[in-house]
């Protein structure tokens, strides 16, 4: 069982920034691939970003790539995401996720992922 929490949603100006964190317990986080998705309002889920459990492989998605980073503190259990130059269509809620089943790799598909955290609203306004 893994538990993720999410937080630092919030509302923000366009060309604003946001960093999200997502801490997770009941499980060696360090083990764990861990990615980043969001949903926004009547759209299906797009992936945002991954980062596999070293820190050392990183994919994120072509919307984001350029304008987000994800980062990993094991000795903290938490990921998280720098979000930057963020524009109105970044406005979704976002998840964070955690590959329990592989301990290898780091994957861009929701499939691969078998915990989720509640879920931390952006809004960009313009």
């Known amino acids: 069982q893994v538990q993720l929490v999410e937080s630092g949603g919030g509302l923000v100006q366009a060309g604003g920034s946001l960093r999200l964190s997502c801490a997770a317990s009941?499980?060696?986080?360090?083990?764990?691939?861990m990615g980043w998705f969001r949903r926004a309002p009547g759209k299906e889920r797009e992936f945002v970003g991954a980062?596999?459990?070293?820190?050392?492989?990183?994919f994120y998605g072509d919307s984001v790539k350029g304008r987000f980073t994800i980062s990993r503190e094991n000795a903290k259990n938490t990921v998280y995401l720098q979000m930057n130059g963020l524009k109105p269509e970044d406005t979704a809620v976002y998840y964070c996720?955690?590959?329990?089943?592989?301990?290898?790799?780091?994957?861009?598909?929701?499939?691969?992922?078998?915990?989720w955290g509640q879920g931390t609203q952006v809004t960009v306004s313009s």
């Open positions: 980062i596999s459990w070293s820190g050392g492989t990183i």
């Open positions: 009941g499980r060696t986080f360090s083990s764990l691939a």
């Open positions: 996720a955690a590959d329990t089943t592989r301990g290898y790799g780091v994957f861009t598909t929701a499939e691969a992922y078998d915990y």
